[in-house]
């Protein structure tokens, strides 16, 4: 996958700029907050119709205009792609070739992206919530099916919070094990890809992370919850969980069990990261992880995804540095940095300087 050139249109601090991409080593270099993240954000926001960044889409939309608008062309083995999103304060329109998309979920997959900055040290530090984010979007990514699943659950859940918070208990333990049902379904559809995915990424993270680290410590990822292998005993066991929790979800007045409650266990040397892990350690890990998702992406689709690494290298030793350089070869990638002499050491790329919000 190779992103060809960008045009942002009203979007953070751009009012109109145009980038051109090598296939190689791109990097943005520039001052602090001129707009190189911005550019980065833009990609990921093509691969995936989401930002990491903000939670509402009318953030994007530079101050004082209607709208924002995002375009890029990408090749990809099956041939070249114009992806397009434009945002309004109150929602937004994806096209892919000129074609305007009835639902979100088909704005996927046509450009994918694994994105890499120093605040993916969350992934590592903070609550289950990050790293269930990571899978949801990494898998998403490569499986309609499983964001289609996803969306249900979420959905389904969020209803049955709702009929939680009722005071009529009669009418709800009638109505509860109708949508427990459903909710059941959709959660086993999603807990099964979750589990396919990450056995399919841990021995990927673990290499990268003994790269990174030279052998010096052992990485290793598990998924919380035991559940069985097939997709019909896991319905039926978390069917199960639901039946037992529905008096505690009564009381508390929302879902304690289910894939929206699970987590990721990472591990160095055996001992649980979050608690323990030093911010070197931590920010290894993260990227370990990173690196192992560009890696799947690449057996799923049969190519690289475009790699996004925005100001990693001053997080960065200078051993880690090399390679890192050494290790992302041969992928098309986007690198932010303030001073690209400090961190390349001569590495051939496509440079762009930005300054304010232009290509100077």
């Given amino acids: 996958m190779i992103i060809k050139n960008l045009t942002l249109q009203n979007f953070?601090?751009?009012?109109?700029?145009?980038?051109?991409?090598a296939e190689g080593l791109n990097v943005l270099v520039g001052k602090n907050a001129q707009g190189k993240t911005n550019c980065a954000e833009a990609v990921f926001y093509l691969c995936t119709g989401s930002s990491l960044r903000i939670r509402h889409d009318k953030q994007l939309i530079r101050h004082g205009e209607e709208f924002a608008l995002i375009t890029a062309e990408a090749e990809s083995r099956f041939g070249r792609v114009c992806l397009q999103a434009k945002i309004f304060e109150n929602k937004r329109e994806l096209y892919v070739n000129g074609n305007k998309l009835a639902r979100a979920v088909d704005f996927l997959g046509n450009m994918n992206s694994v994105f890499f900055s120093p605040g993916e040290l969350r992934l590592i530090q903070d609550g289950p919530d990050e790293r269930r984010r990571f899978l949801d979007i990494s898998i998403s990514q490569?499986?309609?099916?499983?964001?289609?699943?996803?969306?249900?659950?979420?959905?389904?859940?969020?209803?049955?919070?709702?009929?939680?918070?009722?005071?009529?208990?009669?009418?709800?333990?009638?109505?509860?094990?109708?949508?427990?049902?459903?909710?059941?379904?959709?959660?086993?559809r999603v807990i099964v890809k979750r589990r396919e995915y990450l056995a399919a990424l841990s021995p990927l993270a673990q290499d990268a992370h003994a790269y990174l680290t030279d052998g010096g410590e052992e990485l290793s990822l598990r998924l919380d919850g035991?559940?069985?292998?097939?997709?019909?005993?896991?319905?039926?066991?978390?069917l199960q969980e639901l039946a037992n929790a529905r008096e505690r979800d009564m009381r508390l007045g929302f879902t304690s069990v289910g894939p929206h409650r699970d987590d990721i266990r990472?591990?160095?040397?055996?001992?649980?990261?979050?608690?323990?892990?030093?911010?070197?350690?931590?920010?290894?890990?993260?990227?370990?992880?990173k690196l192992a998702e560009t890696e799947l992406f690449r057996r799923y689709a049969g190519e690289a995804p475009v790699l996004i690494l925005d100001d990693v290298m001053?997080?960065?030793?200078?051993?880690?540095?090399?390679?890192?350089?050494?290790?992302i070869r041969g992928i098309q990638c986007i690198l932010t940095c303030t001073h690209a002499e400090r961190v390349l050491y001569g590495t051939e790329c496509n440079r762009i300087r930005i300054a304010n919000g232009k290509i100077i």
Avoid: M
Avoid at 226 to 238: D, F, I, L, R, S
Avoid at 314 to 327: A, F, G, Q, T, V
């Fill in 12 to 21: 953070r601090n751009y009012e109109r700029e145009s980038f051109s991409f």
């Fill in 266 to 289: 990472v591990s160095i040397d055996g001992t649980d990261a979050r608690g323990f892990a030093s911010q070197g350690q931590a920010r290894t890990a993260a990227l370990a992880l």
């Fill in 142 to 188: 490569t499986s309609r099916a499983y964001c289609s699943a996803l969306t249900r659950y979420l959905k389904i859940l969020n209803q049955r919070n709702n009929l939680l918070k009722e005071r009529d208990f009669n009418a709800v333990e009638e109505t509860l094990p109708i949508w427990d049902e459903q909710l059941a379904l959709y959660a086993a």
């Fill in 226 to 238: 035991h559940y069985p292998a097939g997709e019909e005993e896991t319905q039926a066991k978390v």
């Fill in 314 to 327: 001053s997080e960065l030793d200078l051993p880690r540095r090399k390679k890192l350089l050494e290790r």
